[in-house]
């Protein structure tokens, strides 16, 4: 390599980053990536005084600091005042009319995380500073350095501050928490807290793992001449920063109105946490007749959305026995609305969390729900105790069959391969949707069954017959003969269910499927590095199927005989066609079952997955389509109607 192809380098891998970071929506693979930026590193190593201060390996936090130091902003960080419902919108508005009777506003989300100033100077990131008292922060310029939606250089040479809010995704959030469950540290309460907590890391690498996400909101000290705020922030977006999720200009009440009501209904769809809609006047002219309070500037207000964390009485704490054996903690609550879901269940995660949050039952709670955050206590008011609150021992016992529970710190586990719950939880996973789909065989057949003692493991089900099944309550002739015949229709099943019904820990739909296509059924027989060799599967998931295989080998031989599940056919038979390799995602309601349509796009060699991420490669939608329709528009996915499929199949 030689300076003009480094150069050249680090403008492609700014490029490829600014696609997968800014615009969700990446233009290579991550082989291409590493590759490029391992020889971009070497030739770095290699010539230390020609690194560019734009290059991706500046960003790798290898700084630990003694302490931050304080820094001023160039100009004041201000808050914002908040408005609760219509009738308050209305009443700032009123406020705002008086000053300027022609002004339009500038909607966009109010994200729930960390505020940050970004100081550029001719075209390079100088400081990044938190918000502290608003005229005084911490110098986190090196953390903020790791932040891959924070461009190191931009396209503008004058002074320029540039405010957002530094969030971590729910996704990312609940990634984060259950690693730290594993390691046994402290919890994150909330994304929020979460992302501070990431932005004022001392060793600049741990903000480096935690994937923050820098959103603009504003500006701060600037000389632009633009004079509304929404071409202001179009001129940001165009510098190399994130777009809002949803924005838009509009006037009057009612327009805002609508607006707030859409952002709050796509709000679980949306990857970050909002906590309201900030409405801003959006002629620059007029924010400059309003003016400031003491706290807030009169041209803005925060719209909340209803909360999602709400007080609650935690009543009891219930042991769940999984299909593992694994003790799960359950919290139930005082039923409480949050955000137009009634919360009456939350996790708890495990007991060494019970202990460490000090929770009783009888404790008044904090309770977050958001989306795809599952409900979870997220902080218990000790101050509010009035001496009738009773602490959970760790349980010795099993709940369910009695026998004595191995305590192996944060789990603890039912050892017994008998024990009701564990037969019937894991019988209930072998017949459900996602493993073989058998029609009939749902929760409370599967207890009936198994208290009249006919079903006593996940093999017993083969040998039911009509005279078994008719001496049971409750079974009729129909209703039996349904069940025999769902039990024999899932016998030559496809191999990938028959291993994921398999239940083994830490392999799902998608790694079952990518062991069936590599070993067909020989999957018994990989060893650790064959196992470890498929994309997808790592070291704790290599090693709980060797030893499931270890454990279980006749059990898999037998119902391999039973089931005679079938190895697909090598891909390479399917034609070319539009949904090949495809990642394809459906979602609403379509003029044929969802699973028919679903074996045909397989047959195609599309792969089908459950959820939208700019990995996904399109979105058939039908009718009512929501919350999965309005994340791929969101992350830029292409979306077909299924009249777009057939179209395209038809070609
Ligand atoms: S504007 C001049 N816009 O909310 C107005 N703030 O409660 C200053 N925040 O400190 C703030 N999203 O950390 C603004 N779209 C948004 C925001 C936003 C989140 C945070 C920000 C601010 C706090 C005020």
Same mark, same amino acid.
């Given at each position: 390599?030689?300076?003009?192809?480094?150069?050249?380098?680090?403008?492609?891998?700014?490029?490829?980053?600014?696609?997968?970071?800014?615009?969700?929506?990446?233009?290579?693979?991550?082989?291409?990536?590493?590759?490029?930026?391992?020889?971009?590193?070497?030739?770095?190593?290699?010539?230390?005084?020609?690194?560019?201060?734009?290059?991706?390996?500046?960003?790798?936090?290898?700084?630990?600091?003694?302490?931050?130091?304080?820094?001023?902003?160039?100009?004041?960080?201000?808050?914002?005042?908040?408005?609760?419902?219509?009738?308050?919108?209305?009443?700032?508005?009123?406020?705002?009319?008086?000053?300027?009777?022609?002004?339009?506003?500038?909607?966009?989300?109010?994200?729930?995380?960390?505020?940050?100033?970004?100081?550029?100077?001719?075209?390079?990131?100088?400081?990044?500073?938190?918000?502290?008292?608003?005229?005084?922060?911490?110098?986190?310029?090196?953390?903020?350095?790791?932040?891959?939606?924070?461009?190191?250089?931009?396209?503008?040479?004058?002074?320029?501050?540039?405010?957002?809010?530094?969030?971590?995704?729910?996704?990312?959030?609940?990634?984060?928490?259950?690693?730290?469950?594993?390691?046994?540290?402290?919890?994150?309460?909330?994304?929020?807290?979460?992302?501070?907590?990431?932005?004022?890391?001392?060793?600049?690498?741990?903000?480096?793992?935690?994937?923050?996400?820098?959103?603009?909101?504003?500006?701060?000290?600037?000389?632009?001449?633009?004079?509304?705020?929404?071409?202001?922030?179009?001129?940001?977006?165009?510098?190399?920063?994130?777009?809002?999720?949803?924005?838009?200009?509009?006037?009057?009440?009612?327009?805002?109105?609508?607006?707030?009501?859409?952002?709050?209904?796509?709000?679980?769809?949306?990857?970050?946490?909002?906590?309201?809609?900030?409405?801003?006047?959006?002629?620059?002219?007029?924010?400059?007749?309003?003016?400031?309070?003491?706290?807030?500037?009169?041209?803005?207000?925060?719209?909340?959305?209803?909360?999602?964390?709400?007080?609650?009485?935690?009543?009891?704490?219930?042991?769940?026995?999984?299909?593992?054996?694994?003790?799960?903690?359950?919290?139930?609550?005082?039923?409480?609305?949050?955000?137009?879901?009634?919360?009456?269940?939350?996790?708890?995660?495990?007991?060494?969390?019970?202990?460490?949050?000090?929770?009783?039952?009888?404790?008044?709670?904090?309770?977050?729900?958001?989306?795809?955050?599952?409900?979870?206590?997220?902080?218990?008011?000790?101050?509010?105790?009035?001496?009738?609150?009773?602490?959970?021992?760790?349980?010795?016992?099993?709940?369910?069959?009695?026998?004595?529970?191995?305590?192996?710190?944060?789990?603890?586990?039912?050892?017994?391969?008998?024990?009701? $719950?564990?037969?019937?939880?894991? /019988?209930?996973?072998? #017949? *459900? !949707?996602?493993?073989?789909?058998?029609? @009939? =065989?749902?929760?409370?057949?599967?207890?009936?069954?198994?208290?009249?003692?006919?079903?006593?493991?996940?093999?017993?089900?083969?040998?039911?017959?009509?005279?078994?099944?008719?001496?049971?309550?409750?079974?009729?002739?129909?209703?039996?003969?349904?069940?025999?015949?769902?039990?024999?229709?899932?016998?030559?099943?496809?191999?990938?269910?028959?291993?994921? $019904?398999?239940?083994?820990?830490? /392999?799902?739909?998608? #790694? *079952? !499927?990518?062991?069936?296509?590599?070993? @067909? =059924?020989?999957?018994?027989?990989?060893?650790?590095?064959?196992?470890?060799?498929?994309?997808?599967?790592?070291?704790?998931?290599?090693?709980?199927?060797?030893?499931?295989?270890?454990?279980?080998?006749?059990?898999?031989?037998?119902?391999?005989?039973?089931?005679?599940?079938?190895?697909?056919?090598?891909?390479?038979?399917?034609?070319?066609?539009?949904?090949?390799?495809?990642?394809?995602?459906?979602?609403?309601?379509?003029?044929?079952?969802?699973?028919?349509?679903?074996?045909? =796009?397989?047959?195609?060699?599309?792969?089908?997955?459950?959820?939208?991420?700019?990995?996904?490669?399109?979105?058939?939608?039908?009718?009512?389509?929501?919350?999965?329709?309005?994340?791929?528009?969101?992350?830029?996915?292409?979306?077909?109607?299924?009249?777009?499929?057939?179209?395209?199949?038809?070609?």
């Amino acid at each position: 390599m030689n300076y003009e192809t480094y150069k050249n380098g680090v403008e492609k891998l700014n490029t490829y980053a600014y696609h997968y970071y800014v615009l969700d929506n990446p233009i290579t693979t991550d082989e291409v990536y590493d590759k490029l930026y391992h020889e971009v590193l070497e030739y770095e190593q290699e010539n230390p005084s020609s690194i560019l201060e734009n290059s991706p390996t500046q960003r790798v936090g290898d700084m630990v600091l003694e302490g931050f130091s304080k820094a001023n902003h160039k100009s004041r960080m201000w808050s914002l005042e908040d408005v609760f419902n219509a009738d308050d919108l209305s009443k700032w508005l009123t406020r705002v009319y008086k000053f300027d009777e022609d002004v339009s506003f500038y909607c966009e989300p109010k994200y729930d995380g960390a505020s940050l100033n970004l100081i550029y100077e001719n075209g390079r990131l100088a400081q990044a500073i938190t918000r502290g008292d608003g005229v005084e922060g911490e110098d986190i310029t090196q953390n903020a350095k790791t932040i891959k939606s924070i461009p190191l250089t931009i396209d503008y040479k004058e002074s320029i501050e540039i405010r957002g809010e530094v969030v971590i995704f729910k996704s990312e959030f609940e990634r984060i928490n259950s690693d730290r469950l594993r390691n046994g540290e402290n919890l994150f309460a909330n994304p929020r807290n979460a992302a501070a907590g990431s932005l004022r890391q001392l060793d600049s690498s741990i903000t480096a793992s935690r994937n923050l996400v820098f959103l603009p909101y504003g500006i701060g000290e600037n000389s632009l001449d633009i004079s509304h705020l929404s071409q202001r922030m179009e001129f940001i977006y165009s510098l190399g920063f994130k777009i809002p999720p949803h924005r838009g200009v509009c006037e009057g009440f009612e327009a805002i109105e609508a607006i707030y009501e859409e952002m709050k209904e796509s709000r679980d769809g949306y990857e970050m946490m909002l906590d309201g809609m900030v409405v801003k006047v959006d002629q620059i002219d007029s924010q400059e007749n309003m003016g400031y309070t003491v706290k807030y500037p009169r041209w803005a207000v925060a719209y909340k959305f209803p909360a999602v964390e709400k007080i609650t009485t935690l009543k009891d704490i219930i042991l769940q026995v999984g299909r593992s054996g694994v003790i799960t903690p359950v919290a139930i609550v005082e039923p409480t609305n949050i955000d137009g879901v009634v919360v009456e269940r939350a996790t708890l995660h495990n007991f060494d969390e019970i202990q460490r949050k000090d929770i009783r039952i009888n404790d008044q709670v904090i309770i977050l729900r958001s989306g795809d955050v599952i409900p979870k206590i997220i902080k218990v008011l000790t101050h509010e105790r009035k001496g009738s609150e009773k602490e959970l021992k760790r349980p010795t016992k099993c709940p369910v069959c009695g026998s004595e529970l191995l305590d192996e710190g944060a789990l603890i586990k039912c050892q017994n391969l008998t024990c009701k $719950a564990r037969v019937v939880n894991s /019988i209930i996973y072998f #017949a *459900s !949707k996602q493993c073989l789909n058998i029609d @009939g =065989l749902g929760e409370k057949i599967v207890k009936a069954l198994f208290e009249a003692g006919v079903v006593a493991s996940v093999e017993d089900i083969f040998s039911l017959t009509l005279e078994k099944l008719l001496a049971l309550e409750g079974f009729k002739e129909k209703k039996s003969q349904n069940l025999l015949d769902s039990i024999e229709n899932i016998k030559g099943c496809d191999c990938w269910r028959f291993i994921n $019904a398999l239940g083994i820990e830490h /392999i799902g739909e998608v #790694a *079952s !499927k990518s062991l069936c296509s590599v070993f @067909g =059924l020989s999957f018994v027989d990989a060893s650790k590095e064959q196992l470890i060799a498929i994309d997808g599967i790592g070291e704790e998931m290599a090693e709980a199927v060797l030893e499931f295989v270890r454990v279980n080998r006749e059990h898999i031989v037998r119902l391999q005989n039973v089931l005679n599940p079938k190895i697909p056919s090598p891909k390479a038979e399917v034609k070319e066609n539009p949904f090949k390799g495809k990642s394809v995602v459906l979602t609403g309601s379509m003029s044929r079952p969802r699973d028919e349509i679903k074996k045909m =796009l397989e047959t195609l060699g599309a792969k089908l997955v459950g959820s939208v991420s700019k990995k996904t490669d399109m979105v058939i939608y039908g009718e009512d389509a929501g919350s999965k329709y309005d994340k791929a528009i969101e992350l830029g996915v292409k979306t077909l109607t299924e009249d777009e499929m057939r179209g395209l199949l038809d070609e």
